[in-house]
């Protein structure tokens, strides 16, 4: 089983660049995360599905769009990269609907110059 | 607004001693207070959780203690193991209303031989 994956592992951009995160489970949960990771910062959420068909935003939602693909799938987007989202971000699901209980991918390393 | 603290930043603990690590919050609508452990370069991983009808809850070397009343909440390694060397977060949810789950900001667990 490969659970949360991730794509890309590691992403370089410069000011004013977009891009788009890929994460995709196969463990047929309803609810899907996205988290950023700053040092000393802890994990604090971007966006949030909690099912197909619907998201919402979460703490720092600020310069993100996303997209709910299917069950399978939730992209991030990046419009208009800032270095201030230099981090590493996480995808997580849950199969039970919007609990604390979350299975988290492996991580997108992004450095924004 | 934090709504979780957590202490301390960074902990060394020798190899078979005991490992502390405390949070705190102010929301008395969370309902659920999970631990993840994250080594470098992965994703967090659920530990352990509690719930707050019990004041504690032990999973082999891992042991939840939690106070209602005081709002605080703890996590015990006991004989800790230089595998146990990770980053530990405490976070608490609450299923009523909007989604919320809060991390702490982390604690960093060194294990020395």
């Known amino acids: 089983n490969a659970g949360v994956t991730q794509t890309p592992k590691f992403q370089v951009l410069k000011t004013g660049q977009s891009m788009t995160l890929q994460c995709a489970q196969d463990?047929?949960?309803?609810?899907m995360y996205w988290y950023r990771q700053d040092p000393g910062m802890g994990l604090r959420l971007i966006y949030y599905s909690a099912s197909e068909g619907t998201t919402d935003k979460g703490e720092v939602p600020n310069g993100y769009n996303v997209s709910r693909l299917n069950k399978r799938e939730f992209s991030l987007r990046l419009e208009s990269a800032a270095p201030s989202q230099t981090s590493v971000y996480f995808c997580?699901?849950?199969?039970?609907?919007?609990?604390?209980?979350?299975?988290f991918g492996e991580g997108s390393r992004l450095t924004v110059l | 607004q934090q709504q979780v603290k957590q202490s301390p930043q960074s902990l060394i603990v020798q190899k078979g001693g005991i490992s502390i690590i405390n949070c705190a919050y102010e929301?008395?609508?969370?309902?659920?207070f999970p631990w993840y452990q994250q080594f470098p370069g992965k994703g967090p991983a659920l530990l352990i959780a509690i719930r707050p009808d019990v004041s504690e809850k032990k999973e082999g070397r891992f042991t939840i203690s939690f106070n209602k009343s005081a709002k605080q909440f703890s996590l015990h390694i006991m004989d800790s193991q230089p595998g146990d060397s990770a980053t530990y977060f405490c976070a608490a949810y609450s299923g009523a209303g909007s989604y919320q789950l809060t991390f702490g900001k982390g604690t960093k667990l060194s294990v020395i031989p």
């Open positions: 463990m047929n949960h309803n609810s």
């Open positions: 929301n008395t609508a969370f309902d659920y």
């Open positions: 997580a699901s849950s199969g039970l609907a919007l609990s604390g209980e979350l299975f």
